[in-house]
């Protein structure tokens, strides 16, 4: 018990070092020796954990999470999509997960085993999560019958991660429902004829 509980204390202690280290030079700067020697391990402890810094970095960064992103059902779908956009890019705003982040996304751009690992791992389960949502709201009748829900969803996150990777503008609370009143404006379901 006291051999798998230093084990785990060292993974914990390399996924950290990772990402201060990150915070500090940046992704592309970081290297696996000056990973090991900020953690005080040797390179093999790290590269029997990891094949590579960017799986390290990848597991690093998704375990620092640490606000849930799961839809409340209040009844609101618009509420409720709101509470977890929000959180989202408040979570994305700040040090640091949001540089951390992006860092994470530009290795996905040149690395497939990234790009599927944070897929698999976190973009799957959040659209999962939002499509279920949005589901509910259409059986509910809170959404036109013919809803798309996967056009649904790729409207709601495309133009945040344009403005988190491209154009880098803040993502604030006001432009969260400036797209979420565009969206359900023209998504709505129709009014029944008296």
Do not use: C
Request: net charge neutral; proline share 6%.
């Amino acid at each position: 018990m006291n051999a798998r509980r230093r084990s785990d204390d060292r993974t914990a202690t390399i996924m950290q070092t990772a990402l201060d280290l990150a915070l500090e030079v940046g992704y592309a700067k970081l290297s696996m020796e000056a990973i090991a020697a900020r953690a005080g391990v040797g390179k093999d402890t790290i590269y029997r954990r990891w094949p590579s810094k960017a799986q390290l970095f990848l597991d690093a960064v998704l375990s620092s999470r640490t606000t849930g992103l799961e839809h409340r059902d209040t009844g609101d779908i618009v509420a409720d999509l709101r509470e977890v956009m929000t959180r989202a890019v408040d979570l994305l705003a700040r040090p640091p997960w949001g540089p951390l982040y992006q860092d994470l996304i530009g290795e996905a751009q040149h690395t497939p085993e990234v790009a599927a690992a944070l897929n698999q791992r976190f973009i799957q389960p959040q659209t999962a999560n939002t499509l279920a949502r949005l589901k509910t709201a259409k059986e509910q009748g809170q959404l036109a019958p013919d809803f798309d829900l996967d056009l649904a969803f790729e409207i709601l996150s495309g133009p945040l991660y344009f403005r988190l990777l491209i154009t880098q503008q803040p993502i604030t609370h006001a432009y969260i429902d400036r797209l979420l009143q565009a969206l359900f404006a023209g998504m709505a379901p129709a009014p029944h004829p008296r």
